[in-house]
């Protein structure tokens, strides 16, 4: 059974200019112990959908579907409720540490909020609970980084913290909403190889949104494309990787440098990201796509099982070369 | 392969800020190192890669090749000139020959010019073509930069991302320069729109021979698009040599790391070991001896005492590591 289970999510922002379709109609759920990328570029919904699950949008989104947490649906249950399910269930790590921290409070303050909201344990064992934290994310000498601000952590160190923070109450489902894109490549790879580990060791679900394809290939046992607010394909990386059925992935993986040999051209999508603020009535690709059909352009392509737990949402997918291996 | 730009020994620290405790202790002023004794040939037609991770001083020393900044010491050879002696018109002569394309394209663009008085401008301060002349050279540039024609009369914030970094790359070419010093041209925008202004760089290589420095963090995009790369970590450059055969077989245990931390976009490759412990040192205190030594699997005695030195090792493959 999935321990998430999101059913055609839509987020609207009302903006002085209009509703924005952040997300529009997103659907897909999370195993236990599984890893699940969401993928896509700039503008394309992933980081709202990734908010919505635990309701941590502003008020001025509207959100609708429906997001099951073992079950339960976590938009319409009671807010005593969501509170335990949030940060003690469902933990969430942001992009930017420094302002996701809180400047004025140590580090071991900001993980003892956590174990006085989420657990029963006292003082004494919170602060020891605090150390074995620290020491699980990779921080060298904890006893005195627990009394440390925010500004005396490097970049890698803060997002440790942080980590060690959404761990505190032994959550089921991390959200890791682009937990790397600040920091140099050593350090995300230290980093997500320390959300690797801790999914092994702790049998935690992860779902890990990024903008990096390699992220998701070396990462991730599952993915999910998003283009403009919508969900293009998912399926296992493997299968998404080697055989991909939506136009979109497929342009993606092509425009990649290290697909061809030194200093061959790379093949760009053409045109520019789509307008969330003017939707258009067929599929959002369409204006970009090589392989596009009338009917691309006038009616929405549904998401259908392609091959077994693989779905995309592509009228040309039976169409896409197969890629090189 | 004749040498077009040389750089001896080039060093840039920036005086930190001290603190009014430090102050009344009577601390030295510290200093961050952000370009240390940096020796590098560009030869004519390349293109050049400078990696590094932030804070490497990859930037610095861009700065420093047009010159933005002047470096503290060392020298740099243009085409046997002494680039750090120029003066009035023979400095604006190697601005011309030398530009500089940057990262953000939306803070260097003036927003108050359109895109055909940003490019009439370039032309008339360096005198490029007659005044007559200089709307059909603003169309020809465009052209050359995949861009309509209508866009000369249009303001930077009606662009997209790429399309601005096209006229910030029009902007630099219409001087006519040689060499181009690129820094992150491209990691501001998304990646289905990299791929195009990657192949416009090596497109106007190929046609206008120019020779080009390009600067990142991304090693997918160096390891496909240039000739040779050099490598910096804390402002030394610590392996420098043909991209294919670097990629291939590294030398130099940060370079290893590096290639090692990269993710790769073919599934497959999970595992749960890093590529390299620790942490970046700070600019400010460098470790005594190779800067890479308190990451390094390698190091003993000679790596926490000896700065090691950038020296050749067969091939045109420059490596500084007492180890490797």
């Not at chain 1, 249950?77 to 790590?93: C, F, K, N, S, Y």
């Not at chain 1, 620290?134 to 980590?163: C, K, N, W, Y």
């Amino acid at each position: 059974m999935s321990l998430l289970d999101v059913v055609d999510l839509r987020v609207t922002f009302s903006t002085p200019r209009g509703p924005v379709h952040a997300v529009d109609g997103v659907s897909f759920c999370v195993a236990s112990g599984e890893v699940l990328g969401i993928v896509g570029e700039s503008g394309s919904g992933k980081s709202v959908t990734l908010r919505a699950i635990p309701k941590l949008l502003h008020a001025n989104a509207a959100v609708t579907g429906t997001v099951r947490w073992r079950g339960a649906d976590l938009h319409t249950m009671p807010a005593e409720d969501l509170r335990r399910v949030r940060g003690g269930q469902i933990a969430t790590v942001f992009q930017e540490p420094m302002s996701a921290l809180n400047p004025v409070l140590p580090i071991g303050l900001q993980i003892d909020e956590v174990l006085t909201a989420h657990t029963t344990l006292d003082t004494a064992a919170r602060r020891r609970r605090a150390v074995e934290l620290l020491g699980l994310v990779g921080i060298a000498s904890p006893t005195t980084r627990l009394d440390q601000f925010p500004h005396e952590f490097s970049g890698g160190m803060r997002q440790r913290a942080m980590i060690a923070i959404a761990l505190a109450a032994a959550p089921a489902l991390l959200l890791a909403d682009e937990p790397t894109t600040a920091l140099d490549v050593t350090i995300q790879d230290q980093i997500l190889k320390l959300l690797l580990r801790l999914v092994a060791d702790l049998g935690m679900s992860l779902v890990l949104v990024t903008h990096d394809l390699g992220v998701i290939a070396e990462t991730c046992d599952r993915v999910a494309v998003m283009y403009a607010g919508r969900l293009c394909e998912t399926g296992s990386v493997h299968n998404v990787f080697l055989r991909p059925q939506h136009a979109y992935t497929h342009a993606l993986l092509r425009s990649m440098p290290g697909e061809g040999a030194a200093r061959a051209m790379l093949v760009p999508i053409p045109g520019q990201p789509p307008r969330i603020d003017r939707p258009t009535a067929g599929c959002a690709f369409a204006p970009r796509c090589s392989f596009v059909e009338d009917l691309c352009t006038t009616t929405r392509p549904p998401l259908i099982d392609v091959a077994p737990q693989h779905r995309s949402a592509c009228y040309a997918a039976a169409r896409l070369p197969v890629r090189a291996a | 392969m004749t040498v077009m730009l040389a750089i001896r020994n080039l060093t840039r620290r920036f005086p930190a800020r001290r603190s009014l405790a430090d102050l009344l202790r009577g601390r030295p002023r510290q200093a961050v190192h952000a370009v240390e004794q940096v020796s590098l040939d560009v030869h004519r037609g390349e293109t050049l890669g400078i990696v590094g991770e932030s804070g490497c001083g990859k930037s610095t020393l861009a700065r420093c090749l047009v010159r933005l900044h002047t470096p503290d010491a060392g020298s740099l050879a243009f085409e046997g000139a002494d680039v750090l002696a120029l003066e009035g018109p023979a400095r604006r002569a190697y601005n011309r020959r030398v530009q500089m394309v940057f990262q953000d394209p939306y803070s260097s663009l003036n927003p108050r010019l359109t895109v055909g008085e940003t490019l009439a401008e370039a032309l008339h301060v360096h005198a490029i073509v007659p005044k007559a002349d200089i709307p059909a050279r603003v169309r020809a540039l465009l052209d050359l930069v995949h861009l309509p024609h209508d866009a000369a009369a249009r303001r930077p914030h009606e662009f997209s991302g790429g399309q601005r970094q096209r006229i910030g790359i029009a902007r630099a070419l219409a001087v006519e320069p040689h060499l181009i010093i690129a820094d992150e041209p491209v990691s501001a925008l998304d990646v289905s729109v990299q791929a195009a202004i990657v192949n416009l760089f090596m497109e106007l290589q190929d046609r206008l021979g120019l020779t080009l420095v390009f600067i990142t963090h991304d090693l997918r995009l160096v390891r496909h698009m240039t000739h040779r790369v050099a490598v910096m970590y804390l402002g030394r450059i610590v392996e420098v040599g043909p991209t294919a055969a670097l990629f291939a077989a590294p030398r130099h245990p940060y370079t290893q790391a590096l290639i090692r931390a990269v993710p790769q976009v073919k599934p497959g490759r999970r595992t749960t070991e890093a590529a390299v412990i620790g942490e970046l040192p700070s600019p400010l205190e460098p470790p005594p001896g190779c800067a890479f030594h308190p990451r390094c699997p390698l190091a003993d005695a000679t790596c926490r005492r000896d700065i090691p030195v950038l020296e050749g090792r067969g091939g045109a493959w420059d490596v500084a590591c007492h180890q490797a």
